[in-house]
Structure formats: C-alpha cells, structure tokens
Nanobody
C-alpha cells in the first residue's frame, strides 16, 4: 500500500503563487506516473497535471504556462508550482500516484487533498 501526503495549500490573493508537495511512502514500490487533480465545489474532479517517471509533463489547458509539475524520484515526491493564480483555481487539490509493488501488483493511490483558495 502506498500512502500519499500533500502539503502546501492555503489562501492566496489572485496573481500570487503557491507550491504543493506530495510525498509517497510505503513498502517496495515503483511509481510510474504522479499527478495532481482538483475538485471545485459542485464540479467534477479534473486533471491539473501529470508527470511520468522520466519527467515528461502533461498539463490541462487551463493551467498551461502558469503551473509547473516536477518530481524527485529519489524522494518519491511530486511538486506543483502554481503561479499567476486565479480565483477559478480555487479547489481541493489531490495527489495521485500509479505504479506497481514488489509483487507487480498495480496501485492507484490518492492523497487526502489540500485546499487552495484564491481570493480576488
């Protein structure tokens, strides 16, 4: 079982920046893709950004040019640098990790979520 713990959310004014972190822990696992998703009140969860083990990123159109995803494979940690934040970025941001364990069973783990609120 892989556990994910997020940090870095909070309240920021429009135009400001925040950096989210998500650290994975557990026994003998290999993570392929890590990513961030968000869910605003009354809306479905949506992809924000993902990154492969090799470092290839993928972004939602709404955050391209403003958000940057990165990861440290040695620390099993993924980061999301969010710049030029807008009120519409307000949501609960959740970390996701997909991979396999030492028995080659796949996993798809989620963090508990961290609130990001952008005031206008």
């Amino acid at each position: 079982q892989v556990q994910l713990v997020e940090s870095g959310g909070g309240l920021v004014q429009a135009g400001g920046s925040l950096r989210l972190s998500c650290a994975a822990s557990g026994r003998s696992f290999n993570i392929n893709t890590m990513g961030w998703y968000r869910q605003a009140p009354g809306k479905q969860r949506e992809l924000v950004a993902t990154i492969t083990r090799g470092g290839s990123p993928n972004y939602a159109d709404s955050v391209k040019g403003r958000f940057t995803i990165s990861r440290d494979n040695a620390k099993n940690t993924v980061y999301l640098q969010m710049n030029s934040l807008k009120p519409e970025d307000t949501a609960v941001y959740s970390c996701n990790a997909r991979g396999y364990d030492s028995y080659y069973y796949s996993f798809d783990s989620w963090g508990q979520g961290t609130q990001v609120t952008v005031s206008s």
